[in-house]
């Protein structure tokens, strides 16, 4: 079950519609940096293909400049 | 206790948030300074804060440590630092967990029947006093040796000078800042005279475009890089990123320029060629201040036992000079580098434009290369044609990786040819060093032994017979690692091993010694902007623990130098220190007193008239300057810098059709060096769990591999098996691939070249060939 932080690089002047693309998906949560240049993200995935399916999603994204991981966990299943 | 998987899920969650926020703090100004980590200190505590330098990187960072009934319990950024105005990295942030991680070395242990013994520290000291008396009267005084490092104290590295070079009478001192600083060091000698940069941190507030020259900043110099991103916010100045892979740094620059490994060389020609091309030479400046040179050429890689060089400097003339680089226009070196001639133009245009004011900065890249010192005297020449140097914003600017690589390692001269003031070779230094240590002149031999490669190498030979390890972790860190390994274990030698944590390097340890961590004993750092600073005894040491200033001090003792090791156990720091500023006396090096360090975040030398220096040679700024001219090189004895004819050659082992990839190996933000203190801080080793390698994402997916597979890396000198990181923190090139060397269980460098500079003796660690496999 993994849990990985990104620091999300957004176009210029694609900040909210970044956000916005990113709070559409599920299992990822945004968090708008104090600052004005990125963004951070967090994804909470089942399993290891759906880490990987959401992360290529994510990097479709068009106002997505750039995604660089910081951080990831695995868990144990809760079941 | 019980902790349910939800709740369990919910802090791991929390911690990757806190592990970006920390991130991206690091890279972009305005989060984390010191009021914000105020609000997070425990409430109700009755802290004492006390300022040091922090104990990570060669920034200098200036941290207030919060004392709490005797222990340390937070840190924040110092504001009144001008090195980093009260920021804060993710490891000094932490710093302050390292001291207590579970398994601290608190008793000394010696090897007995294959099993480590509990001992006093008074009877390991008198063993390793009564082992050094013992190889030294049979095997003579090359026998023996020290490895130290620039994360000693200036005090421990200087008892360890005198020790041996000036009672013992050998020169195998060596320190862990060869692997990383010695091709700086013989850049500046060569270029300069004289070693450290002209320039300092203050050039960033006035720089109007940044090159950085294969240097990851936001992971490897984070606080400094939050001060260009700051520019960039308030003044809108230019970050290009120059190197082999897409980082952080690259993500965070303005412009990332990719070039192919050992290039740079050819590309810094060619910026060298479109300056006078392009008639943007600053004539007046090269002609009053500057010669040329060239030297010897296919000087080999140093790759054998015993293999020496001696370099043969040439005067040549502009002319000539200008020749030499016709084999160096944009559009040859482009092929050669990868690099495009409209790129190589651009970044050329900046150093040209006489309206801009540029900063070049660098680490490992220039320095951990095969031609380390030719690369370094390359980024010089493009400065000194400008004539953009020495003054603010106008700098090259070589960033140091420890605390106190430059203030240990370079100023009190902890390598082998090395003394506190000037060299081994010189007769009139030697006198110098002689009267000031109060040993006879004919005890300081005038040749220089071993370089840290060759020490090794001379373990394994049997030349050396016993070797003192203080403050690094050299069985993680050797290239080609194996070798020295199985050198250690050898029958016949001799391993003392100075630390405060079990490490790959204690496991090869005869006697290991408990050391006093930073501020858990009195001493001073030196970083990269030719500043020292001061940090007092804020705690207890854990256990038996002794500063390896004093585990010196008491072997020499026992060793019959009880005359030149004076010191008073309650004030030998403040002796020591006294002792050496002597040292420096004079214009071009005084240290600043004591009472001055203990009442500032340092002083910078030349200390002068109660001043520090910001800009070398440079007379509105330099009292040293004596030429009546704006500018005066007087490390030189003709007053001028060199600008030197140095061409491209390429690295040892290129890859080829058996292993076709590059290798490259490096650090990462959350781990300082080894990882052996910054693994034990919980927040950080979880962040950064464990080595990796990184793979270009388009050649992963055309060799079905993914993140988290496995991988075996394939070198002439063995094998190794990594987890995959594609797209993930960095981005390698086609057939490159990247690897951090923190991870003691994934140790790269057993697979890794002990090719060096010939000049400088510094290993490459950025180049070998590679096979790569998935597993």
């Known amino acids: ?26 299992n990822c949560e945004v968090i708008p940096a104090e600052n004005k240049d990125l963004l951070i993200v967090v994804t909470d995935t089942n399993d290891k293909l759906e880490d ?8 479709t994204i068009k106002s997505l400049k750039l995604l660089a991981m910081v951080s990831g966990f695995d868990t144990p299943k809760s079941n | 206790m019980y902790t349910s998987l939800t709740n369990r899920r919910s802090f791991i969650k929390k911690m990757a948030i806190m592990s970006a926020m920390t991130a991206a703090a690091t890279m972009f100004p305005g989060i984390l300074f010191a009021e914000e980590q105020e609000k997070n200190l425990p409430k109700g505590g009755n802290l004492d804060w006390k300022k040091a330098p922090c104990r990570f990187c060669g920034v200098g960072c200036g941290v207030l440590v919060g004392i709490d009934n005797g222990k340390a319990v937070a840190v924040k950024g110092d504001p009144k630092s001008p090195v980093n105005k009260g920021l804060c990295c993710v490891k000094g942030y932490h710093s302050v967990m390292s001291i207590y991680g579970k398994d601290r070395l608190t008793k000394p242990l010696v090897k007995k029947n294959g099993q480590y013994v509990e001992t006093s520290m008074k009877e390991a000291l008198d ?42 009478g050998t020169n195998n001192v060596e320190a862990n800042a060869r692997l990383c600083m010695a091709s700086a060091v013989t850049g500046f000698l060569t270029s300069f005279g004289l070693d450290e940069p002209m320039g300092c941190y203050e050039d960033i507030d006035n720089a109007d475009v940044f090159v950085l020259w294969g240097n990851n900043m936001a992971e490897m110099h984070p606080v400094l890089f939050s001060r260009l991103l700051d520019q960039r916010l ?17 993500m965070a620059a303005d412009k990332s320029i990719i070039f192919q490994p050992q290039t740079d060389l050819a590309v810094a020609n060619a910026i060298c060629y479109e300056i006078i091309n392009n008639g943007w030479v600053n004539k007046s400046f090269v002609e009053k201040h500057c010669s040329f040179s060239k030297g010897l050429t296919d000087m080999g890689y140093g790759l054998e036992d015993k293999y020496s060089f001696n370099d043969k400097p040439e005067s040549i003339d502009f002319e000539a000079y200008k020749t030499f ?8 070196v482009e092929k050669i580098s990868g690099v495009s001639a409209k790129d190589i133009k651009y970044l050329a245009s900046f150093y040209g434009d006489p309206n801009k004011k540029v900063m070049s900065l660098w680490c490992m890249g220039m320095n951990q290369h095969t031609r380390g010192t030719w690369i370094n005297n390359l980024v010089y020449n493009i400065h000194l044609l400008t004539g953009k140097i020495s003054t603010p914003g106008n700098s090259p600017f070589s960033l140091t990786g420890q605390p106190s690589a430059c203030g240990t390692v370079r100023e009190v001269g902890t390598l082998t040819h ?6 081994v070779t010189n007769e009139e230094h030697r006198k110098f060093a002689a009267e000031i240590w109060d040993v006879p002149v004919e005890n300081i031999d005038p040749k220089p032994s071993y370089h840290t490669v060759e020490m090794f190498r001379a373990l394994d030979r049997g030349d050396i017979k016993f070797m003192w390890i203080q403050v690094t972790n050299p069985m993680v860190t050797m290239p080609k690692l194996k070798r020295y390994r199985d050198a250690c274990e050898k029958e016949g030698r001799f391993i003392v091993v100075s630390d405060i944590y079990p490490t790959p390097t204690t496991d090869i340890a005869d006697v290991i010694l408990p050391s006093a961590m930073w501020i858990e004993r009195e001493g001073m750092y030196g970083n990269s902007e030719r500043r020292t600073q001061y940090f007092e005894k804020m705690i207890e040491p854990s256990g038996e623990a002794m500063s390896d200033t004093w585990q010196i001090v008491e072997v020499a003792k026992r060793l019959g130098y009880e005359k030149q090791f004076y010191y008073n156990e309650a004030t030998h720091i403040e002796e020591i220190y006294n002792e050496y500023r002597r040292h420096h006396e004079g214009k071009k090096h005084a240290m600043a007193p004591l009472e001055v360090l203990k009442s500032q975040p340092g002083a910078q030398w030349p200390y002068v008239d109660g001043k520090s220096t910001k800009w ?30 140095r061409p491209y050659e390429p690295a040892p082992e290129v890859p080829d059709s058996d292993y076709p990839f590059w290798l490259c190996t490096g650090r990462v933000v959350e781990h300082w060096h080894t990882g052996s203190m910054t693994r034990r801080i919980p927040v950080l080793h979880k962040a950064m769990p464990h ?27 063995g094998e190794i098996v990594l987890p995959a990181s594609v797209n993930e923190r960095g981005v390698p090139e086609r057939n490159q691939v990247f690897v951090p060397f923190f991870d003691e269980n994934m140790l790269i460098n057993d697979v890794t070249l002990d090719a060096f500079c010939p000049i400088s003796k510094q290993p490459d660690y950025k180049k070998c060939a590679v096979k790569v496999e998935k597993v």
């Open chain 1, 1 to 26: 079950m993994p849990i990985k932080s990104y620091l999300a690089h957004p176009h210029d002047g694609k900040k909210e519609e970044l956000v916005q693309a990113l709070s559409s998906l599920k």
């Open chain 1, 52 to 59: 990987e399916n959401l992360k290529e999603k994510i990097e």
């Open chain 2, 127 to 168: 063993l390793i006093a009564s082992k050094m008396k013992e190889t030294i009267s049979e095997h003579g005084k090359d026998a023996v040796s020290i490895y130290g490092s620039g994360q000693w104290t200036i005090p421990d590295g200087y008892v360890a000078s005198k020790l041996f070079k000036g009672c013992i």
């Open chain 2, 234 to 250: 308030k003044r809108g100045v230019k970050i290009i990123d120059f190197a082999t892979r897409t980082t952080r740094t690259s």
């Open chain 2, 325 to 332: 680089l016709q084999d160096y226009t944009p559009e040859k």
């Open chain 2, 418 to 423: 090395k003394l506190p003031h000037g060299v």
């Open chain 2, 616 to 645: 070398r040679f440079n007379s509105e700024y330099d009292p040293a300057c004596s030429n009546g001219e704006k500018f005066h090189f007087y490390g030189k004895p003709d007053g001028k810098a060199v600008i030197w004819q």
């Open chain 2, 691 to 717: 080595a990796y390698v990184e793979l270009n994402p388009e050649q992963a997916k055309d060799m079905q591999i993914r993140t988290g597979d496995k991988v075996k890396l394939t070198t002439r000198r």
